[in-house]
């Protein structure tokens, strides 16, 4: 008796989380729990991973789960085999995935479970890993506004959300919208949505991102009272609703999300600091400016932004000496600038990937490696030169392949980064018209690019991944 009573207690101390308020007692030899009050677990959902997809050979990462109804001891399955899960919300769960988890292409399950009382498992959503390139083509193309130029643009599932402005740039006539367009079949894509901003785009450059089931952007329109970080909720992609805004430097030229923040470097002026803000964005409806720091030199133009764990990567240039730099944002109230390395002139878009930073040089037609094992001191692993017209704008990398945006001469540069201290330029993939793409994003088996001329053209690249 005494053995099946002490049995019954050590089962209720590992419920304790779901009985509360108890009183325990005795009846004809039986456990009996009395004025509890129950709380059971829910069931919990998957809406979305990120990344939603990698390739094949991919370096070890973190993969963010959202949904809904977590708890702090859901856990998770890969392909059926259990993953140490983080809680980060009742909405967002993150896994390690190691070398191996992306060693193989497929489509692989990935499940939350809760434990009792209540709980259970969610619908499988599916991981993928796919593989290398193989002759990739221009599948699609679609020019959202004709009288409208593209600048910066992101992707999350069957969307794309692209920002434009008409060019009018520092005038009073200047204007901003972004767009939310069906990448379903990139043979045949369709703009859902057009919404026109506040305030509007003072030097073509901006950033929008989206996380969930919102999207952020900021625009530099080079007066305070609308230089915004704004917050959309396009839960109804066809129908964006405005959330909420917070006033931030001048000049946003490009912005990062991450969990419960939102990083905007801004470039205040040519003889003052630039900076990076960070943006608690819990609420979305009340974001709210909690950090910020500057990069420690005057006249430094931030051109691009990556968060990845703990650290913000920046390239900055300027007329004297351009850097990259990184910011150490492991305290986000107060976000500071922990190492920078001097690099040819005009940096512009990156692309960080497991001990890498892929850099695009504009004017030397460079794509650099540096490598980033150790933050605190960056050295150059490695280094290609690109076509003499090429004029890179940026990069993304997709496990051995980097993808080069080169302006001036419309195409996406394919180089193999397999051995990132000897780069290799396997060829150039033409784009449609004169394009002059500025900005990269990747899903799954496709790239996409976006052109920062009037009439801008977003347009699909078919790696022939499987």
Same mark, same amino acid.
């Given at each position: 008796?005494?053995?099946?009573?002490?049995?019954?207690?050590?089962?209720?101390?590992?419920?304790?989380?779901?009985?509360?308020?108890?009183?325990? &007692?005795?009846?004809?030899?039986?456990?009996?729990?009395?004025?509890? @009050?129950?709380?059971?677990?829910?069931?919990?959902?998957?809406?979305? @991973?990120?990344?939603?997809?990698?390739?094949? &050979?991919?370096? +070890?990462?973190?993969?963010?789960?959202?949904?809904?109804?977590?708890? *702090? +001891?859901?856990?998770?399955?890969?392909?059926?085999?259990?993953?140490? +899960?983080?809680?980060?919300?009742?909405?967002?769960?993150?896994? *390690?995935?190691?070398?191996?988890?992306?060693?193989? *292409?497929?489509?692989?399950?990935?499940?939350?479970?809760?434990? $009792?009382? &209540?709980?259970?498992? /969610?619908?499988?959503? /599916?991981?993928?890993?796919?593989?290398?390139?193989?002759? $990739?083509?221009?599948?699609?193309?679609?020019? $959202?506004?004709?009288?409208?130029?593209?600048?910066?643009?992101?992707?999350?599932?069957?969307?794309?959300?692209? @920002?434009?402005?008409?060019?009018?740039?520092? /005038?009073?006539?200047?204007?901003?919208?972004?767009?939310?367009?069906?990448?379903?079949?990139?043979?045949?894509?369709?703009?859902?949505?057009?919404?026109?901003?506040? &305030?509007?785009? +003072?030097?073509?450059?901006?950033?929008?991102?989206?996380?969930?089931?919102?999207?952020?952007?900021?625009? /530099?329109?080079?007066? $305070?009272?609308?230089?915004?970080?704004?917050?959309?909720?396009?839960?109804?992609?066809?129908?964006?609703?405005?959330?909420?805004?917070?006033?931030i430097p001048l000049y946003g030229f490009g912005l990062w999300v991450s969990g419960n923040y939102a990083y905007v470097i801004s470039y205040v002026g040519l003889n003052s600091l630039s900076t990076l803000d960070v943006v608690d964005i819990s609420n979305p409806a009340s974001p709210t400016v909690v950090g910020s720091t500057t990069t420690g030199t005057a006249g430094v133009n931030v051109a691009d932004i990556k968060v990845v764990g703990n650290y913000a990567y920046v390239a900055g240039q300027s007329e004297g000496q351009s850097e990259i730099l990184v910011f150490d944002i492991s305290n986000p109230a107060s976000p500071y600038l922990l190492s920078s390395l001097p690099v040819a002139h005009s940096p512009q878009g990156l692309d960080v990937e497991g001990s890498y930073w892929y850099q695009t040089i504009y004017d030397a037609n460079l794509l650099n490696i540096y490598n980033i094992s150790n933050p605190s001191s960056l050295s150059q692993a490695g280094t290609v030169s690109l076509n003499g017209t090429c004029k890179p704008q940026d990069v993304i990398v997709e496990g051995t392949t980097a993808y080069v945006a080169c302006y001036e001469n419309s195409s996406v540069a394919v180089v193999d980064v397999s051995n990132p201290a000897s780069p290799t330029v396997n060829g150039y993939i033409s784009l449609p018209g004169t394009s002059y793409p500025i900005f990269l994003e990747a899903e799954g088996r496709y790239v996409y690019s976006i052109s920062n001329t009037t009439g801008g053209m977003l347009s699909v690249i078919d790696t022939g991944a499987e």
């Open positions: 008796m005494r053995e099946r009573i002490q049995k019954q207690l050590q089962r209720l101390e590992g419920w304790g989380a779901f009985f509360r308020a108890c009183k325990v &007692g005795l009846l004809g030899g039986a456990l009996v729990l009395a004025g509890c @009050l129950v709380v059971f677990n829910p069931v919990p959902s998957i809406s979305s @991973l990120s990344p939603a997809s990698l390739l094949v &050979g991919s370096a +070890a990462q973190t993969l963010a789960i959202h949904g809904g109804g977590f708890v *702090p +001891a859901s856990t998770v399955t890969y392909n059926g085999v259990a993953h140490v +899960a983080t809680y980060i919300s009742a909405s967002e769960l993150t896994i *390690p995935l190691s070398a191996s988890d992306l060693s193989a *292409p497929g489509n692989y399950p990935v499940v939350v479970s809760n434990p $009792p009382l &209540g709980g259970g498992a /969610s619908s499988p959503v /599916s991981f993928q890993v796919y593989a290398e390139a193989q002759n $990739p083509t221009v599948v699609g193309s679609i020019v $959202p506004n004709s009288s409208y130029q593209l600048d910066a643009f992101d992707i999350q599932g069957n969307y794309a959300y692209v @920002l434009g402005d008409n060019g009018n740039h520092n /005038s009073g006539s200047s204007a901003a919208q972004f767009y939310v367009v069906d990448i379903t079949n990139p043979a045949s894509m369709t703009v859902v949505s057009t919404t026109t901003i506040t &305030g509007s785009i +003072a030097y073509g450059q901006s950033g929008i991102r989206v996380q969930g089931k919102y999207v952020y952007l900021v625009s /530099s329109t080079g007066t $305070p009272s609308t230089n915004l970080l704004q917050i959309y909720d396009v839960s109804n992609p066809k129908a964006p609703a405005f959330v909420g805004s917070v006033q």
